[in-house]
């Protein structure tokens, strides 16, 4: 290489090859099984997402793939090299999950600290962090302490701190948790940008709404294995010809659940968020037998939205539970 943490390295196999190539990994707590053979790839300027509900391993995927935890088993490529090679490490840009800040140093400071780690020196130093805190709309905030940012802008300063280096792939671990909003909507079309910069990205998030908005592909992970993977409509075509019911109710939602699930015709049912989800081959022909299922239950019901299958209704249909219970 010639400038540290410059220019990118080539992809080794041409034109076309994926800057993330991961296969079977796997990770074992103790007992249990976190990561259990997970495997995709990213190709330039693609968005991945990694969508599945807490605990499904995404974290610890993701932790494989930036070489921040050693696989059981399995293997990792980045432009077509192993992610042994020292030098492939510093191609990979991690945001995580917990904010990696010092609060009471400024946000110009904290990026300082952090491009020296990745041998960024001088003028070069100056240019990053520069560059850094425009991509994620900060710059006539550089000089305040973090401690003095909102949630938002520390998010979008630890993302800042995820691109000082040039990476070709950029990880990013549910990068809007806790922020309001319009920090989020500013994150999500800054990711896209990166995207459309030709960057490769990982997006993990329990978001369904995210997944769809953000990402180009989507691998839908569960119980630390990648269980569908294809863009929303490869994902939701799989499904066959489903409609999604949703019965917004306040009550009992379990029991409502339950109740719903007993209804012929009814294929899936599960509660999330101030309503029960339903999936049915067709929506309308079930409805009266639903509203029956809402009365004897005894929730009141807010409103009765018949909408097309989404991601959502994918998860629920692949394991019959709602994403965020
Ligand atoms: N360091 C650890 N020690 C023990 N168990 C862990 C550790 N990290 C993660 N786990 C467990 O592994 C599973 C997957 O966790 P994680 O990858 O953090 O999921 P996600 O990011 O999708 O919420 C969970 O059951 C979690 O409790
Ligand atoms: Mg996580």
């Known amino acids: 290489m010639s400038e540290p943490g410059n220019a990118p390295l080539q992809a080794q196999e041409g034109e076309g090859a994926p800057v993330l190539s991961c296969v079977g990994l796997a990770k074992r707590f103790g007992q ?26 995404k974290t610890t995927t993701i932790k494989m793939i930036c070489g921040l935890l050693d ?73 305040d302490r973090v401690d003095a940012y909102s949630g938002g802008m520390r998010r979008r300063l630890n993302i800042a701190a995820g691109l000082l280096h040039h990476p070709v792939l950029l990880v990013l671990d549910e990068p809007t948790v806790g922020v309001d909003p319009q920090s989020r909507h500013a994150i999500l079309e800054r990711v896209r940008s990166f995207g459309a910069s030709g960057m490769a990205v990982v997006y993990t998030t329990h978001y369904m709404e995210e997944a769809d908005r953000v990402c180009d592909r989507v691998g839908i992970i569960d119980h630390g294995r990648l269980i569908a993977e294809g863009t929303k409509r490869e994902l ?35 509660e999330a968020d101030g309503r029960v989800h339903v999936v049915a081959g067709d929506g309308r022909s079930v409805l009266p037998a639903l509203v029956e299922a809402v009365e004897s239950s005894g929730v009141t019901l807010n ?12 998860f629920l249909h692949l394991t019959g539970t709602a994403l965020r219970e």
């Open 32 to 57: 249990r099984s976190a990561v259990d053979g997970v495997g995709f790839e990213v190709s330039p300027g693609e968005i991945y997402g990694l969508l599945g509900p807490n605990g499904a391993g």
């Open 71 to 143: 696989a059981d088993a399995g293997s990792v490529r980045i432009c077509g090299r192993p992610l042994a090679e020292l030098s492939v490490r510093s191609l990979v840009g991690y945001v995580p999950q917990d904010i990696a800040l010092y609060p009471d140093l400024s946000a110009r400071e904290n990026l300082a600290f952090l491009g020296r780690l990745y041998g960024l020196r001088g003028r070069l130093l100056d240019e990053r962090i520069a560059e850094a805190l425009e991509l994620t709309e900060l710059s006539d905030r550089g000089k």
């Open 303 to 314: 409103s009765v939205e018949v909408a097309e299958a989404d991601l959502e209704s994918v």
């Open 236 to 270: 939701v075509e799989a499904l066959g010809e489903k409609d999604r019911i949703d019965l917004v109710a306040t009550g009992d939602l379990r029991a409502l659940a339950a109740a719903s699930r007993a209804v012929p015709g009814v294929e899936r049912a599960a």
